[in-house]
């Protein structure tokens, strides 16, 4: 079956330091994206592609970086983390969005930046 | 004003009752509109979407009124495995945002 999963599921870093989440799919979807959660926040959106090659910033992009060099793959890069980057993080894809295609997640990344 | 705003709650309703969320979105050219489900520390997963003339799935009921900008789900004959947070998504194609997650719905069904 195709699936999307993260790694690692659980990260604690230092501030300062570059941390680098992974996320990879089967689903052979042209789409992805990267989410933060926080309480009284609900998803936002860091970054999205569209396709190999292909990266665009999302609502809060500060701080993060992704590249997309295959169709199976979007790591979300934290050039230097930040104690505001403490979060769980969730990568999706989808067929075509803002259809009745499903955004499949991943079963989240949860970081902690100390 | 955010985009797409949630009661947080929490409802707690007991066993067979009925409740419902509203979720109001801001951008009138907002296209699409989808409800999806959140179990506690786990991924969200599509519900339903929800159509102009209102659509139902089983015991789900969902409605959209453009003129007042917002959607609603109705829940009937709750059951505990319903237990979940709700979230209200809406997609504007014109936004290089796509998607926009509410805050999300907190629902606890009681025995």
């Known amino acids: 079956d195709a699936e999307i999963t993260q790694s690692p599921r659980h990260k604690i870093t230092e501030t300062g330091r570059q941390v680098t989440l992974a996320c990879h799919q089967t689903?052979?979807?042209?789409?992805m994206f990267w989410y933060r959660q926080d309480l009284g926040h609900g998803l936002r959106l860091i970054h999205y592609?569209?396709?190999?090659?292909?990266?665009n910033k999302g609502e809060v992009s500060d701080g993060y970086s992704v590249s997309r060099s295959n169709t199976e793959d979007l790591p979300l890069t934290l050039e230097s983390a930040a104690s505001s980057q403490t979060s769980v993080y969730f990568c999706?894809?989808?067929?075509?969005?803002?259809?009745?295609?499903?955004?499949?997640f991943g079963n989240g990344t949860r970081l902690t930046v100390t | 004003r955010k985009e797409v705003e949630q009661d947080p709650g929490p409802f707690n309703v007991p066993e067979g009752a009925t409740v419902a969320f509203n979720c109001t979105y801001s951008?009138?050219?907002?296209?699409?509109f989808f409800w999806y489900r959140q179990d506690c520390r786990k991924e969200p997963k599509l519900l339903m979407s929800?159509?102009?003339s209102g659509n139902e799935d089983g015991r789900f009921t969902a409605q959209l009124n453009r003129a007042s900008q917002y959607i609603s789900l109705l829940i009937r004959d709750s059951k505990l495995s319903d237990s979940a947070t709700y979230l209200c998504?809406?997609?504007?194609?014109?936004?290089?945002?796509?998607?926009?997650f509410g805050s999300g719905t907190q629902l606890t069904v009681l025995p």
């Open positions: 999706a894809s989808s067929d075509v969005p803002g259809t009745n295609s499903p955004l499949h």
């Open positions: 689903w052979n979807h042209n789409n």
């Open positions: 592609s569209y396709g190999v090659q292909d990266t």
């Open positions: 951008n009138s050219a907002s296209q699409s």
């Open positions: 929800v159509y102009s």
């Open positions: 998504v809406v997609f504007s194609s014109g936004s290089a945002r796509q998607l926009t």
